[in-house]
């Protein structure tokens, strides 16, 4: 082994490409991590499972950047929300909401709903109308809210599918030249008068609410549009939005990584160095203890304890601690063997001074190098192994890592259905982590180990 | 060795013990008051409920003493039956999973699903070695040539994607987008039909590709590397000097030298491979030793859970073995040393 100083080491990282590349990477991991945790507030978590927060998020969309890539654009899920306009007119009270949106994808919205929630008293009309690029307008819904002599909060949802929006549609079925029977009231609202083709434009979406006593006042109003395509990872089968697992996935990846590298590289040196510098007796007591850890299959006892114990992320960080140190013990012990011998050391011990000193302070400092090479280098495996077990199901169900969006890809069969978008993202930043770290870790190896250069 | 068999199954035991006990005096109570119910002679002999419940009360406590379940799963009673019935490898019945031809003995299940899971890792690791000890020769041969690196960076970026996850793609691909290989490889056919061998070939076919394309760079990476060790030795200078033939040399001389660690290697990442089975068989629905675990583990299954890492053990601390054995018949050198 030979001695080299920390400038030395810093000196000929900064010149190894890979180790430059890992890096980067990692910058660009932490950074993620950091707009996560900053965006994102640590009560959130709990509703990644939570299907109310989803509900009107689409099914199983694709990302909307696809519609880049190809030329019939897949229509996008679109929410608006709307300003409150108000006017009075002859003892009329109206409170009226626009969307106005332009709409050029080739092909008809799935479905769309209106969401509200208004507050009102006595018994108010509601009246839904389209205003569509080509000038017409088609009255999709006029309907008297529920009588009530005190001011309360009305909720309530309007789908497409409603019979009563078909109902006026079929009224005005004159405004079409083809038969509007049997099609889909989103392909009726959305397309051309002459044929059954998508009408491109400015679509207008009024709703309208009369009241003769008071004004009413909307508290919550969407339109959702509902599309094909979502966001920019698409959602998953529970509409959940997958760029919000993948994001909130990273720094979990991360802390579960460097936690449980930097917890086991730390174990097994101190236990390796320790056994390695007493020797004799010590030292062949706790490396028979090592070798039987060693022979334990770790995957099976894994998956023992997180069915048996708990499956909490962090005793789960514990449980892989408990078999990956054993490697990193041996390989310290027989360093540790080697630096003992040095003169300095034997000085030190002639000279009185305590072991834990002389392992803290003679030979630790000298394993440094190996020590970092060593923690890049486990943080894959530890990642990897947690993404396994979620995998199985076995996770911290209330956090979403990318091993449990994979193991909900795979029960809901992504992979038959073709939810592409749903298996890569995951898995390729699992590989790309573990490979920001294996690159770290290669680039320290052959500066520590200078014979693996060849 | 042996202890160190026993103290993994005693740990297994520990483990799995409090709930299994729970799950069993379940069972034992269902079963105890389905029989007094069914038999409606008993339930009428008893005029007033409250007798009725104490005598089923007191006889599940019978079935209980009878069972020995009365005994906290701890005592060392039981602890030791259970060891020893494994010593002398009587695993009992599973409680819940059974075989493909109905047997509930665990020992038969085992039996059942062990040559599957070998039949496809041991395969997967022999088309590993062999794609990976050629690539790796050939790359260590000219070192930075465009071979070298391709190998080098294949094997840095295949090992850090996970296997199952590749799975998964590979599913997607070749199962579905184009339809060549079957979703899950479980046969659709029964074991005891003429055609089965084939059928189960023919399934194992894609997660046989999935693993040994995730395997077989960084095999070539770690031969490439002893091959370059054992390339700069003084003795394959001087067989150069000789003017012996650069391929001869590598295939013949070097390669036979860098054989030892190769071989450990080979051993422990058979037996490390059977371990990482489980995700992999679940994955694919391969129906061997891996999912055969996992599903003991979802219901808690205790024999089929000991007697599964009972194998796995066996055959993790069997390989270590014969790497031993193996490296010292190759290498002298360890044989005088020991």
Request: no cysteine.
């Amino acid at each position: 082994m030979s001695i080299k100083t920390s400038n030395d080491i810093k000196n000929e990282f900064l010149k190894s490409k890979i180790g430059i590349t890992g890096i980067l990477i990692l910058l660009v991991l932490i950074t993620i991590s950091v707009f996560a945790i900053v965006s994102t507030p640590l009560s959130t978590f709990q509703d990644w499972n939570n299907p109310e927060k989803w509900i009107t998020y689409p099914k199983t969309s694709v990302p909307i950047w696809i519609n880049l890539f190809i030329l019939e654009k897949i229509p996008e899920h679109k929410i608006f929300e709307s300003e409150n306009i108000t006017a009075e007119h002859n003892d009329i009270f109206l409170t009226s909401q626009q969307f106005r949106f332009n709409y050029e994808f080739n092909d008809f919205p799935n479905d769309f709903m209106y969401d509200f929630t208004l507050e009102y008293s006595d018994s108010p009309l509601l009246e839904m109308i389209v205003i569509r690029p080509d000038g017409t307008s088609l009255k999709l819904l006029s309907s008297s809210l529920p009588y009530s002599n005190e001011l309360i909060e009305y909720k309530q949802r309007i789908f497409s599918a409603d019979n009563l929006l078909r109902k006026n549609i079929e009224l005005q079925s004159d405004t079409y030249e083809f038969k509007i029977n049997d099609l889909n009231l989103s392909d009726i609202i959305f397309s051309k008068k002459t044929e059954r083709s998508v009408l491109n434009g400015d679509y207008v979406f009024v709703v309208n609410v009369y009241s003769l006593e008071t004004q009413n006042t909307f508290l919550e109003s969407q339109l959702i549009i509902g599309g094909k395509a979502f966001g920019v990872m698409g959602t998953d089968e529970l509409r959940r939005d997958l760029a919000v697992g993948l994001l909130w996935g990273t720094p979990l990846a991360l802390f579960i990584g460097v936690s449980v590298s930097i917890g086991s590289v730390i174990v097994g040196l101190i236990y390796g160095v320790y056994s390695g510098y007493k020797g004799k007796k010590t030292d062949e007591g706790m490396m028979r203890f090592n070798d039987v850890l060693y022979a334990l299959p770790a995957l099976p006892f894994l998956i023992i304890l997180a069915v048996t114990v708990s499956n909490s992320i962090f005793l789960m960080i514990g449980f892989l601690m408990i078999f990956s140190w054993v490697g990193i013990a041996k390989v310290s012990r027989s360093m540790a063997l080697q630096i003992k011998t040095r003169q300095y050391v034997e000085a030190a011990k002639i000279m009185g001074q305590k072991d834990s000193k002389i392992i803290f302070k003679h030979i630790i400092p000298q394993m440094l190098p190996y020590v970092f090479a060593s923690i890049a280098i486990s943080v894959p495996a530890a990642i990897t192994t947690e993404a396994g077990l979620s995998f199985l199901g076995l996770g911290d169900p209330s956090f979403p890592t990318w091993g449990q969006i994979l193991h909900d890809a795979n029960t809901y069969g992504a992979a038959a259905q073709g939810f592409w978008w749903w298996i890569m993202p995951p898995g390729l930043l699992i590989a790309v982590t573990g490979l920001a770290f294996v690159f770290i870790g290669n680039a320290l190896d052959t500066i520590v180990n200078p014979k693996l250069k060849h | 060795m042996f202890s160190v068999l026993m103290i993994t199954l005693l740990l297994t035991v520990l483990l799995v013990g409090s709930n299994m006990d729970t799950i069993l005096k379940q069972g034992v109570m269902f079963q105890v008051r389905a029989e007094i119910i069914e038999n409606p002679s008993i339930a009428n002999s008893f005029s007033n409920p409250d007798e009725f419940e104490a005598f089923i009360k007191q006889k599940i406590d019978e079935r209980v003493k009878t069972l020995g379940l009365d005994n906290p799963w701890y005592s060392p009673q039981r602890i030791g039956l259970t060891m020893y019935k494994i010593l002398i490898l009587d695993f009992g019945n599973a409680a819940f999973l059974t075989s493909d031809s109905g047997s509930s003995n665990v020992g038969d299940i085992l039996l059942e699903k062990i040559p599957r899971t070998i039949l496809l890792f041991t395969s997967a690791t022999i088309i590993i070695s062999i794609i990976g000890i050629f690539l790796g020769a050939a790359s260590s041969n000219k070192i930075g040539s465009k071979t070298d690196r391709i190998t080098s960076t294949f094997a840095i970026v295949s090992s850090s994607f996970p296997v199952w996850w590749i799975g998964m793609l590979m599913i997607f691909l070749f199962a579905f987008v184009y339809q060549i290989f079957p979703a899950r490889a479980t046969p659709t056919i029964d074991s005891s039909e003429p055609g089965y061998i084939f059928s189960l070939l023919y399934h194992m076919t894609l997660p046989l590709i999935t693993i040994s394309l995730i395997g077989f760079g960084s095999w070539a990476y770690l031969v490439r590397n002893f091959m370059v060790n054992v390339l700069q030795e003084d003795y394959i200078t001087a067989k150069k000097i000789m003017g012996i033939d650069k391929k001869k040399i590598i295939y013949k001389h070097a390669l036979k030298n860098a054989a030892p660690p190769i071989i450990t290697i080979l051993a422990l990442s058979l037996s490390g491979s059977l371990g990482g089975a489980i995700i992999t068989e679940a994955v694919f629905d391969w129906p061997g030793m891996g999912r055969l675990y996992f599903d003991a583990i979802s219901v808690m299954d205790l024999p089929v859970i000991i007697g599964s890492t009972y194998i796995l053990t066996v055959l993790f601390l069997i390989s270590i073995f014969v790497a031993d054995l193996l490296y010292g018949y190759f290498d002298p050198r360890m044989r005088r040393g020991s």
